[in-house]
Structures are given as structure tokens and as C-alpha cells.
């Protein structure tokens, strides 16, 4: 059974920038597409990004483009998600979850989740 665990959360103030981490153990990290989604207080879980097995194929939310970036390293079998700019709204539990069922946004793509990382944006 692959298991995730997310860190690097924690508080940061408006227009800062935090680096989320994802170790996958007990499974093979390369043979799944990888993705991070986020639950807000209140709010739907939402799709954050996704990036494809080998790292060369990737998006993020439109609220996260040209501030949020992806990434992998499978020979470390860890997942990132690299989030500049930081705003009260990315206030909200972080998630990783892998899958290899599809590319996509849809959360039931994705059979294993991580226990997520709390980010807090404040002043």
C-alpha cells in the first residue's frame, strides 16, 4: 500500500513563499501520476496541479498559475509544490495524492492521499 506524507507547511505572510514536500514510501513513486489539491475552511476540496510520471507534463490552477509550481523527483520518490506570492486565500490543508488512472483534475482519478500539511497565509 503506497503511503504519502506531506510537509512543509506552516504560517507565512502575505506575498510569501513556502515549499511543500511529498515522500512516497511503499511504492514506486515513477509509475504514477502525482497531484496536489487543497480544502479550505468551509470550502470543497480544489485541484491545485498535477504532473505526469516522468515530470515533463504539468498545470496548476488558473488562481495559481504564474505562482504555484510543480515539481518531482523520482529518484527521491518525493513530490513538491513550490508556492510564491502567497495569499489568505491559499489558506487551507494541502494534499498529495498519486494515481494511474488518468491525467486529470477529478479527485477520484487518484487511489492514494497523503494525510496533508496545513498553510497558513496571515499577517
Known amino acids: 500500500q503506497v503511503q504519502m506524507v506531506e510537509s512543509g507547511g506552516g504560517l507565512v505572510r502575505p506575498g510569501g513563499s513556502l515549499k511543500l514536500s511529498c515522500e512516497v514510501s511503499?511504492?514506486?513513486?515513477?509509475?504514477?501520476?502525482m497531484a496536489w489539491f487543497r480544502r479550505a475552511p468551509g470550502k470543497e476540496r480544489e485541484f491545485v496541479g498535477i504532473?505526469?510520471?516522468?515530470?515533463?507534463?504539468?498545470y496548476v490552477g488558473d488562481s495559481m498559475k504564474g505562482r504555484f509550481t510543480i515539481s518531482r523527483d523520482n529518484a527521491k520518490n518525493t513530490l513538491y509544490l513550490q508556492m510564491n506570492s502567497l495569499k489568505s486565500e491559499d489558506t487551507a490543508v494541502y494534499y498529495c495524492?498519486?494515481?494511474?488512472?488518468?491525467?486529470?483534475?477529478?479527485?477520484?482519478?487518484?487511489?492514494?492521499w497523503g494525510q496533508g500539511t496545513q498553510v497558513t497565509v496571515s499577517s
Open positions: 495524492a498519486a494515481g494511474a488512472r488518468g491525467f486529470g483534475e477529478s479527485p477520484s482519478l487518484y487511489d492514494f
Open positions: 511503499r511504492g514506486t513513486m515513477s509509475n504514477y501520476v
Open positions: 504532473i505526469n510520471w516522468n515530470g515533463v507534463t504539468t
